[in-house]
């Protein structure tokens, strides 16, 4: 039985976190959040220690980190996205390994000063890639695979669509502030371009179409791929065959006019990142690299229109 920490406990991805220590078979001991309503712990580690101040928290972490039988060996990390740089450095200056939520952080110099630290305290940085491990996703990988064996110049028709329809609250928080967040690309579509590009290769060129801050829209040249991809947290551009069935969220991957069915098997992949990492796998800081990269640039560049290789739900945006 592994010991560990938990930051950032009240937001929508740490319960995912709290089960897959708990399936894991392991101990949360302490968890920190500026935000105190987290009644969900109750169901999961009523026991652990909570604090509102990080002072206290990592005060807490250095005393235990002195007992070789108390000592924390992970600090999972699931704050907001500007704050993920700074609390994985804690969790290394503190001796323990970091499994942090995506995006791992939001500048890509940022990794590079992590692998300095990673070397120095001699501990590791796992990020949550939770695609990767996802049965359809390993099969359209192997699936790919297969076929630029036989073909390895093919170039594959890609349509990325990912829709989570958010409420007002949305933009009054963090997540709303791309300084806070690094805007749709990186809060909802950053695990998206690290599949794609760890099945398809490396960008070599990308645009923006659409720059909303609802919604994201552009064209990515892979090595292998051609992506039109399109995200966005409005509702009205759900598709309305689904919004009569009570769906407010819509997924879909086209290869080549093919539709990847991926829409089940996603609330068991934390547990799954869990024991890929403790069994002695998991994916480290260059893992994430090519996504990180990938998002940095969106933000940097200046929405088209409805110009060049645009995704059919750009005119759902821009007339």
Known sequence: MKNFALIGASGYIAPRHMRAIKET??????????????????????????????????????????????????ISIASPNYLHYSHIRAALQNQAHAICEKPLVLDPKEIDELLV??????KRVYTVLQLRLH??????????????????????????TYITSR??????????NEAKSGGIASNIGVHFFDM????????????????????????????????????????????????VTGQRTYRSIVVDGEEIE?????GDLHTKSYQDILSGGGFGLESARS?????????????????????????????
Request: with cysteine.
């Open 25 to 74: 078979g392991n101990e949360l001991l302490v968890a920190f959040d500026p935000y105190d309503g987290i009644g969900i712990m109750d169901s999961n580690f009523p026991q652990a220690h909570f604090f509102t101040e990080f002072e206290l928290f990592e005060s807490f972490v250095e005393r235990r980190q002195r007992n070789e039988k108390e000592k924390i060996e992970y």
């Open 117 to 122: 630290m990673e070397k120095q305290s001699g």
């Open 135 to 160: 049965d359809s996703i390993v099969a359209l990988k192997k699936k790919i695979a297969e076929e630029l064996k036989q073909n390895p110049s093919k170039i594959f028709d890609i349509d990325l």
């Open 167 to 176: 409420g007002r609250w949305y933009f009054e928080s963090w997540k709303g």
């Open 196 to 243: 794609l590009s760890w099945i398809f290769g490396d960008v070599k060129e990308s645009f923006v179409h659409v720059k909303q801050a609802d919604a994201n829209a552009g064209f990515m040249r892979l090595e292998n791929a051609n992506v039109r991809w399109f995200l966005s947290v409005n509702y009205d551009y759900v598709p309305e065959q689904l919004k």
């Open 262 to 266: 991926f829409s089940e098997g996603f």
């Open 291 to 319: 996504s990180i990269n990938i998002v940095s640039e969106i933000r940097k560049l200046a929405p088209l229109g409805l110009q060049g290789e645009y995704h059919q739900f750009c005119g759902k945006v821009v007339s």
